[in-house]
C-alpha cells in the first residue's frame, strides 16, 4: 500500500516532483517499511511468545511433562522469534517490490498471497515427493518460516537459518524489477 495507494491517487508525481531521484525514493521507502515492519512485527512476536509462556503450562507443557518454559535464552525459541520477525519483513520488502511493479496495491496483495499460499498448495498436491520437496524449498512462505522451527529441524526442507534466504531472494528480486521500472516509467 506504500506505493501502490500512491500511484492510484497520483500521488506517485508529487513524490517523484520532490525527489527526483527514483533509486532514492525506493530505498526511503523499503527503509521506512522495514523499519515499521520490524517493531510491529517485533511487538506481536514477542507478544505471542508471552501469551505462549503464560498458556502453555496450563495446557501440559511443563517441565514435569519434560517441556521447557518459553524463553528467549533458549536458542532454537530466540532464532525463531527473530527469524520470524526478519520473515515478516522479507514479506514487506516483497509486497513493496511487486506494488511498484504492477503500480496497484489490490493487485500487488493478490500477487503476494498467491506466492504466499500457491506453492505450499501445489507441494500438497504434487505427487512426486522429489517434487514436493522443490516446491516447499522455493516457496517463499514454506522455506521462510522454516526459521521457526525448534524441533525436527532435520526434517524440513531447508535449514532453519537458509530457510529466509528464500523470500530474501524473491524481495531482492522484487524490488530490483519494481526500481528498474520505477526508473524507466513515468508516474
Do not use: C
Amino acid at each position: 500500500m506504500t506505493v501502490g495507494n500512491e500511484y492510484g491517487t497520483g500521488m506517485m508525481r508529487t513524490t517523484l516532483t520532490a525527489v527526483p531521484r527514483r533509486l532514492t525514493v525506493l530505498f526511503g521507502k523499503a527503509a521506512v517499511l522495514t523499519a515499521v515492519t520490524l517493531a510491529a512485527a517485533t511487538v506481536a512476536v514477542l507478544g505471542s511468545l508471552l501469551t505462549g509462556r503464560l498458556v502453555e503450562p496450563g495446557r501440559g507443557f511443563t517441565p514435569d511433562h519434560g517441556y521447557a518454559a518459553l524463553s528467549l535464552t533458549d536458542g532454537p525459541t530466540l532464532r525463531a522469534a527473530a527469524g520470524s520477525v526478519l520473515h515478516l519483513a522479507l514479506i514487506g520488502l516483497l509486497s513493496l517490490g511487486l506494488a511498484l511493479v504492477v503500480r496497484n496495491s489490490a493487485t500487488a496483495t493478490g500477487i503476494v498471497l498467491a506466492l504466499l499460499f500457491v506453492f505450499p498448495a501445489l507441494a500438497q498436491m504434487a505427487a512426486d515427493p522429489d517434487w514436493q520437496r522443490h516446491l516447499q524449498q522455493v516457496s517463499p512462505m514454506t522455506a521462510g518460516l522454516a526459521v521457526q522451527a525448534t524441533v525436527g529441524v532435520d526434517r524440513l526442507p531447508v535449514g532453519p537459518w537458509q530457510g529466509p534466504g528464500v523470500p530474501a531472494l524473491w524481495a531482492v528480486a522484487a524490488l530490483t524489477a519494481g526500481g528498474r521500472l520505477l526508473r524507466a516509467r513515468d508516474a
